[in-house]
């Protein structure tokens, strides 16, 4: 079965600072996708960023960056030059690209992060 | 474009009723849902895939005979949470995989079910 574990519940960053939430995550799968989502306060999930399993290079969405390791199973985040806005609950996903059209879509535990001004 | 629109928002139902929520891709065709539940301050708890003209699978540890989920369209899945109980309070949320490109999943905004 998928796991994903997100190993801090709470991060806090000066505003401007970089920040970097870790993920590990354990499959026997090659091929999946990975996935950091944002939830603020309105519970409505906001996509971040997207990883291919297939993909050696690191994702990049201007100030998200990931490090994905795909030996290790570890896909962390990176925040730079972080700003109020980016208060938020942060997941890590994983997505299963089954066979025969089967999916399977988990999410790990959580990290709070608080962006101090 | 890639919007789902979950309905209802809000729902408070008395105990031993059922209450139904909906999740339809407005824009897109979706062969693959998927519902969750999150407790307040907690991640997201997958409780079930669906599939479009077949039956949902459940996780381990999920009533099928409470959770009965429907996905009857390429665009429309429902849950109905049968005779619910206070302790079914929560919010649930759902998700789709669009047809032919599923690389990512669009989410709904969540219905937040108080059972009283």
């Known amino acids: 079965a998928q796991t994903v574990t997100q190993s801090q519940p709470e991060m806090s960053v000066q505003e401007a600072e970089t920040v970097t939430l870790s993920c590990t995550y354990d499959?026997?799968?090659?091929?999946?996708?990975l996935f950091w989502y944002k939830q603020p306060p309105s519970r409505q999930m906001i996509l971040v960023i997207r990883?291919?399993?297939?993909?050696?290079q690191n994702a990049t969405e201007n100030r998200f960056s990931v490090n994905f390791q795909k030996a290790a199973k570890s896909f962390s985040l990176k925040i730079s030059d972080s700003q109020l806005g980016d208060t938020a609950m942060y997941f890590c996903?994983?997505?299963?690209?089954?066979?025969?059209?089967?999916?399977?879509?988990?999410f790990g535990t959580g990290t709070r992060l608080k962006v101090l001004a | 474009g890639a919007v789902v629109s979950q309905h209802p928002s809000r729902v408070i139902c008395k105990s031993g009723t059922s209450v139904k929520i909906e999740c339809r891709s407005l824009?897109?065709?979706?062969?693959?849902m998927f519902w969750y539940r999150q407790f307040p301050k907690q991640s997201l708890m997958l409780m079930a895939t669906?599939?479009?003209?077949?039956?949902?699978?459940?996780e381990q540890g999920v009533e099928k005979d409470k959770f009965l989920i429907n996905h009857a369209s390429l665009t429309l899945s429902t849950l109905t949470v049968t005779s619910a109980h206070p302790e079914d309070s929560s919010f649930y949320i759902c998700?789709?995989?669009?047809?032919?490109?599923?690389?990512?999943?669009?989410f709904g905004q969540g219905t937040r079910l108080t059972v009283v």
């Open positions: 996903a994983f997505m299963k690209h089954g066979g025969s059209g089967t999916y399977k879509y988990i």
């Open positions: 824009d897109f065709q979706a062969t693959t």
């Open positions: 499959t026997s799968e090659s091929n999946y996708y």
């Open positions: 998700s789709a995989l669009r047809q032919g490109a599923p690389t990512e999943a669009f």
């Open positions: 990883q291919e399993a297939y993909k050696q």
């Open positions: 669906s599939n479009e003209g077949s039956k949902a699978t459940y």
